[in-house]
């Protein structure tokens, strides 16, 4: 993305039906930024990484579990995924969320 692009996150990726749409705004060796939109009802499984992770909800709400504790997130809120930790997350309504990794 250049520098001078001034558009809304929100405008960059749009919701496809029954499904998830990822795009990749940063990727580097110390870390990811990836805006994804996800379909209500879709999410992904239980899965564990290796770095710390920050899920920022833009729109909508989304269902997250850590470490088998769920929280229901909503526009504007965000949680931090410790390293290691099993977590999953499921689209409660459309919603677009900014996922963020910090891998070093």
Known sequence: MPRNDKRSLL??????????????????EAGSVTLTAFDR????????????????????????????SSEHLSQEDSRLIPAGEPHSLKAASAAKALLIAVKS
């Open 41 to 68: 009802g879709q999410g992904f499984g239980e899965r564990t990484v290796p770095f710390d992770a920050l899920v920022v909800v833009l729109e909508g709400e989304v269902d997250i579990s850590i470490r088998g």
């Open 11 to 28: 405008d960059m990726i749009d919701h496809q039906k029954n499904g998830i749409v990822s795009k990749t705004l940063i990727d580097r």
